[in-house]
């Protein structure tokens, strides 16, 4: 029996065409377009894009200033619950950030890791308002801390421009005693 080379590849090319458009319409009209509405649906987004991969949802962001970082991935995992699955979320930030708000972070950036480091997370807001205290160029920085299980989000803005930073937690590891 002989097999014809151009019946073959066509049938070859037409299967794997209709399995990988099938597989892109998938992805594209059943789990990032839904996703994209409801990050987009969100009070503060001025703009996002969305990169699904095997194991992690992206979210690049463009945030206004003020927007609840805390807030909007509650809203995101609990809506987008479906289109998510099993990936874990990732947040990237476009940052709007001007050098007032850099130097204010530079300057809090110690007292921050130290308390990050401690697992003293209520010391971080008093920490980024004691600089207000002692320098009075911050005055007009509005810095917002907020807390879920996985991150610490810290929110800088003075105007028109924001700084978001997201810290993550580490769980706290126990150590095993040995029956030495």
Do not use: C
Not at 73 to 84: D, M, P, R
């Amino acid at each position: 029996m002989k097999l014809r080379l151009v019946p073959v590849l066509l049938t070859s090319l037409l299967s794997a065409a209709l399995l990988f458009g099938g597989w892109y319409a998938y992805r594209q009209f059943a789990v990032q377009e839904p996703l994209q509405k409801i990050v987009s649906s969100y009070e503060g987004v001025n703009d996002s894009h969305i990169t699904i991969n095997r194991n992690q949802v992206t979210l690049k962001l463009d945030l206004a200033p003020g927007t609840k970082l805390k807030e909007l991935v509650q809203y995101v995992n609990l809506e987008g619950k479906s289109a998510i699955g099993g990936r874990s979320l990732k947040l990237d930030v476009t940052q709007k950030s001007n050098d007032l708000l850099d130097e204010y972070w530079d300057k809090a950036m110690f007292s921050v890791a130290e308390a990050m480091e401690g697992r003293k997370y209520t010391l971080i807001p008093t920490e980024l308002d004691g600089l207000k205290e002692q320098y009075p160029e911050y005055q007009n920085v509005i810095a917002t801390t907020e807390i879920d299980d996985n991150n610490v989000y810290v929110s800088l803005s003075n105007g028109t421009d924001s700084k978001f930073i997201i810290l993550p937690r580490t769980a706290a590891t126990l150590g095993a005693w040995t029956n030495a």
